[in-house]
T-cell receptor, first 114, second 117 residues
């Protein structure tokens, strides 16, 4: 059971470039989410999805797009990278969004935008 | 919106001693979960312990226990018999029961724990 898989683990971009951070889970979880981690700020929610075809914005959505065409995958797209998007990104999933369901995290992607 | 505050950016403890990490939160909800996550240098987020808001009994997992004070909105983590492997960043987190915050985790700023041999 692979759990939550994120790729790549590291990425360096130039300002203005685009890229997609991949996230896949094999636990048939309905609820998936993306967080970014910055020093002194903990993890902040970017976007989340309660099921295939349904997404919504979190606390810091600007500059990021998501889609959810399958239950397993929830990619995060940076359309035009900016230095402010330098961060560590985590994908997480849980069976549902219910309060009693534990969220499982991927190993994270460290992104640097020059 | 819910907020979570960890007022201790850094803490240190001697091996085999006990340390307590503090966390306070603000919410108007009555049903929620609270969590402590550990993040070692590998970056992996590891669930340490969780507490259901409607339970008065404090959660315990081996050397880890919490002091949950619902009225005071306080949720501290006690690590007993500290080990070198406990050194990590610790995050307190809150999960909403419903409404516009359904499913979302709100994290504190984190506390870096150093364990001295």
């Amino acid at each position: 059971n692979a759990g939550v898989t994120q790729t790549p683990k590291f990425q360096v971009l130039k300002t203005g470039q685009s890229m997609t951070l991949q996230c896949a889970q094999d636990m048939n979880h309905e609820y998936m989410s993306w967080y970014r981690q910055d020093p002194g700020m903990g993890l902040r929610l970017i976007h989340y999805s309660v099921g295939a075809g349904i997404t919504d914005q979190g606390e810091v959505p600007n500059g990021y797009n998501v889609s959810r065409s399958t239950t397993e995958d929830f990619p995060l797209r940076l359309l035009s990278a900016a230095p402010s998007q330098t961060s560590v990104y985590f994908c997480a999933s849980s069976l549902t969004g219910g309060v009693r369901n534990i969220q499982y995290f991927g190993a994270g992607t460290r992104l640097s935008v020059l | 919106a819910q907020t979570v505050t960890q007022s201790q950016p850094e803490m240190s403890v001697q091996e085999a001693e006990t340390v307590t990490l503090s966390c306070t939160y603000d919410t108007s909800e009555s049903d929620y979960y609270l969590f402590w996550y550990k993040q070692p240098p590998s970056r992996q987020m590891i669930l340490v312990i969780r507490q259901e808001a409607y339970k008065q009994q404090n959660a315990t997992e081996n050397r880890f226990s919490v002091n949950f004070q619902k009225a005071a909105k306080s949720f501290s983590l006690k690590i007993s018999d500290s080990q070198l492997g406990d050194a990590a960043m610790y995050f307190c987190a809150y999960r909403s029961a419903g409404g516009t915050s359904y499913g979302k985790l709100t994290f504190g700023q984190g506390t870096i724990l150093t364990v001295h041999p």
